[in-house]
């Protein structure tokens, strides 16, 4: 299916949800709030109900579930999650992180704020890659 931007997601792909959505259904029908930065893995891809209509399921952790995206609006609030920048991630945790300080990353974006922002998402491990005077500079 076609998400956010014209990116392509599949069955088993990660995708993260880039704005609140609080009209979502989950897979038994009831409401639910999605917000911005969580991250989840498509689990359906579906033709229904005729006349070209598309259902995608995307499993989210506890407590939201399985959640449905019904209409082109909602898909494009998915984008995919194969890599998330600072920002995006700092809705959700991951296992490890892997922080670039290399030479093409802006100096304003060198600060402590930021690299702890991105190391603290880790919840087993991170790890930092660049010289390092670009990380003494954060």
């Given at each position: 299916?076609?998400v956010?931007r014209?990116?392509r997601?599949?069955v088993?792909?990660?995708v993260?949800?880039?704005?609140?959505?609080y009209?979502?259904r989950?897979?038994?029908?009831r409401?639910?709030?999605v917000?911005?930065?969580?991250?989840?893995?498509?689990t359906?891809?579906?033709?229904?109900?005729?006349?070209g209509?598309?259902?995608v399921?995307v499993?989210?952790p506890?407590p939201?579930?399985?959640?449905r995206y019904?209409t082109?609006?909602?898909?494009?609030?998915?984008?995919p999650?194969?890599?998330?920048?600072?920002?995006?991630?700092q809705g959700?945790?991951v296992?490890?992180?892997?922080?670039v300080l290399?030479?093409?990353?802006p100096?304003?974006?060198?600060?402590?704020?930021v690299?702890?922002?991105?190391?603290?998402r880790?919840?087993?491990?991170?790890?930092?890659f660049?010289?390092e005077?670009?990380?003494?500079?954060?």
């Amino acid at each position: 299916v076609t998400v956010a931007r014209g990116a392509r997601v599949w069955v088993g792909d990660k995708v993260v949800q880039t704005e609140n959505d609080y009209a979502l259904r989950d897979d038994l029908g009831r409401a639910v709030d999605v917000m911005n930065g969580e991250v989840g893995w498509v689990t359906r891809s579906a033709a229904y109900g005729g006349a070209g209509r598309q259902v995608v399921e995307v499993r989210f952790p506890l407590p939201t579930g399985v959640v449905r995206y019904e209409t082109p609006e909602q898909w494009g609030r998915l984008a995919p999650a194969y890599a998330l920048s600072v920002h995006r991630a700092q809705g959700c945790g991951v296992p490890y992180a892997f922080v670039v300080l290399g030479p093409d990353v802006p100096e304003a974006l060198l600060r402590r704020e930021v690299v702890y922002t991105a190391a603290s998402r880790a919840r087993e491990g991170c790890a930092i890659f660049g010289a390092e005077a670009r990380l003494a500079r954060a």
